[in-house]
């Protein structure tokens, strides 16, 4: 089930179609961050994370975000020291720093039944420009 999850989102990224991932704008994120009603992925390399991110973001690398979705909770929290997302969870956002990254993991994220997943399209270009 996971592969499949995986070959389908490999032939939408292929074909270009990334149309229909729920996304969030600058201003509701800052709002959902704000509130507490967010959990913020930082999906880039963890090179790219180091250098700067969006405060309260869990960085997790795209190329280990199906295998971290994946995993067992007690796994993911002695991995990366935070709460596995649930798959009934609201407003999980998951960004990069274009947005390309930031889509697919959106997308991966709602293969996996995650129906909460939504991206910030902006990515993390936006919010040093607007906001950081």
Known sequence: MLRVAFLRLCHTVAAG????????????????????RA???????????????????????VSELESAL???????????SAEK?????????????LGKRGSQATQLAQGLGYTGARHYAGAYKE????AG
């Open 85 to 97: 997302p649930k798959l009934e969870d609201k407003n999980l956002v998951f960004f990069c720093q």
């Open 127 to 130: 919010w040093l420009e607007k």
């Open 39 to 61: 959990r913020l992925f930082d999906v880039r390399s963890r090179e790219e994370a180091e250098a700067g991110t969006i405060p309260g973001a869990l960085n997790i690398p």
């Open 70 to 80: 994946t995993m067992d909770p007690a796994a993911f929290r002695a991995l990366y």
């Open 17 to 36: 179609t990334m149309t229909g991932v729920p996304t969030v704008s600058l201003s509701e994120l800052q709002s959902l961050l704000a509130s507490g």
